[in-house]
Nanobody
Framework: QVQLVESGGGLVQAGGSLRLSCTAS????????MGWFRQAPGKEREFVGT????????TYAESMKGRLTISRDNAKNTVYLQMNSLKPEDTAVYYC?????????????????????WGQGTQVTVSS
């Protein structure tokens, strides 16, 4: 059973930064993309960003573009989400996800349905 474990969440003041990490416990499947999503109370899970594993191509949500960087470390089976200039509206539980769907290597997978494996989530709280 593949497990994705996130870390790095916490409480930060508006304007601050956080770096989230997501490590896969094993690599028994071919990863075509890793994604980050978030979910605030009472809201649907929304796309934050994704990285296509082989090409390294990244795509970010418009609402957060310019404030995010996704990177990966193949040797460590880890993907990172660097978030800067955080705002109170960024408060949410952040989830990482892995896709074993090969079409996510050709198109940008923006929806949760494109991902097969999910982490447990890590809380990010931005105070004003």
């Amino acid at each position: 059973q593949v497990q994705l474990v996130e870390s790095g969440g916490g409480l930060v003041q508006a304007g601050g930064s956080l770096r989230l990490s997501c490590t896969a416990s094993e690599r028994t499947f071919t990863t075509y993309a890793m994604g980050w999503f978030r979910q605030a109370p009472g809201k649907e899970r929304e796309f934050v960003g994704t990285i296509q594993w082989n090409s390294g191509r990244t795509t970010y949500a418009e609402s957060m573009k310019g404030r995010l960087t996704i990177s990966r470390d193949n040797a460590k089976n880890t993907v990172y989400l660097q978030m800067n200039s955080l705002k109170p509206e960024d408060t949410a539980v952040y989830y990482c996800a892995a896709s074993s769907n090969d079409y996510c290597a050709r198109i940008v997978c923006l929806r949760p349905s494109g991902y097969d494996y999910w982490g447990q989530g890590t809380q990010v709280t931005v105070s004003s």
